[in-house]
């Protein structure tokens, strides 16, 4: 048993690295190959873009689990042949909801949104995975699908709420993107970047700016977020938002953020529109410039 799992961990190790020679080697050398070992070397061929080889190991196999069935859908999704993914899971002798969901993922991937849909309300159950593969209509376009779907799913978590701002937002939904946004049970760094853009972009700054400052946790890309929503509306022309920047950069030199390229370029281009040459100057030139440092 030890010397099996040892052989599947080390195939997986070579091919992981796009060895795959060795993998094989290592799976040839191996006098009792268990499943885990079989398993390993045909995830290794498909990770190293020999699907044909792959399918070949797995019709040798003398014995296989749900592990190597749902282990050969999702790798042919991941291949983006979902055709031949749904060959596999036609005739598998039993499925589970990874099988399932992995065929479902293929089709949202590929666009297919009626195939996708059909196979999701067969699924025998579901778990938060397969509902936030589904959500996977919101980047294909179909925002409004995604949304009924969000609305009755059994509960909510980060992900499916990053996925509803994500399609609002790619959609030019703007309007639409808040309502996941203040949904979210924790409110990431990330997400916080995509809203504040949001707000950016419809020229509602006090609202970016309010979710600027709820942020428990910044970053150099959130200080440079809320610095290109000053800039891009127009505000560090007058005095009260000049002074508002000055303010963002003496936080950012507290913190150390100003010697990051982008947070640099944000602050640079603020006090130039401001008419503060002497401050993008020493911005640019200062003993902690990114650009003194860097080059």
């Known amino acids: 048993m030890r010397s099996e799992v040892l052989s599947g961990s080390q195939i997986a190790r070579c091919a ?6 060795n993998a094989g080697r290592v799976f040839d ?27 070949k190991l797995f019709d040798k196999m003398a014995a296989r689990n749900i592990v190597s069935w749902s282990g050969l859908v999702s790798a042919y999704v991941k291949s983006r042949m979902v055709n031949e993914a749904r060959k596999v899971f036609d005739i598998m002798p039993e499925r589970n909801v990874i099988s399932w969901t992995a065929m479902v993922r293929g089709y949202v991937e590929e666009g297919l949104i009626s195939e996708a849909e059909s196979l999701f309300w067969r699924m025998p159950e579901r778990n938060m995975v397969s509902w936030t593969v589904m959500l996977g209509y919101a980047q294909n376009q179909q925002v409004d699908i995604a949304r009924k ?46 809203m504040i853009d949001v707000y950016g972009h419809s020229g509602d700054v006090s609202k970016a700016r309010q979710v600027f400052n709820r942020m428990l946790e910044k970053d150099d890309g959130s200080w440079s977020a809320m610095i290109k929503v000053d800039e891009r509306n127009g505000l560090c022309a007058s005095l009260a938002m000049l002074d508002h920047g000055r303010q963002i950069h003496t936080k950012l030199v507290k913190y150390q953020f100003d010697c990051n390229v982008h947070v640099a370029f944000a602050l640079i281009t603020m006090y130039m529109k401001c008419g503060e040459l002497a401050k993008a100057e020493q911005v640019s030139t200062g003993p902690r410039s990114v650009f003194r440092l860097t080059f």
């Open 29 to 55: 050398q191996n006098p009792q190959k268990g499943i885990s070992s079989w398993n390993a070397i045909i995830a290794g061929y498909f990770k190293n873009c020999q699907p044909s080889e792959a399918r």
């Open 149 to 194: 779907l969000f609305e009755v799913m059994p509960e909510k978590n980060v992900v499916s709420c990053a996925g509803m701002l994500l399609g609002y937002t790619q959609c030019g939904r703007i309007d639409k993107a808040s309502e996941p946004f203040y949904v979210m049970p924790i409110k990431f760094v990330a997400s916080c970047h995509a």
């Open 16 to 21: 992981r690295i796009g060895q795959i020679e």
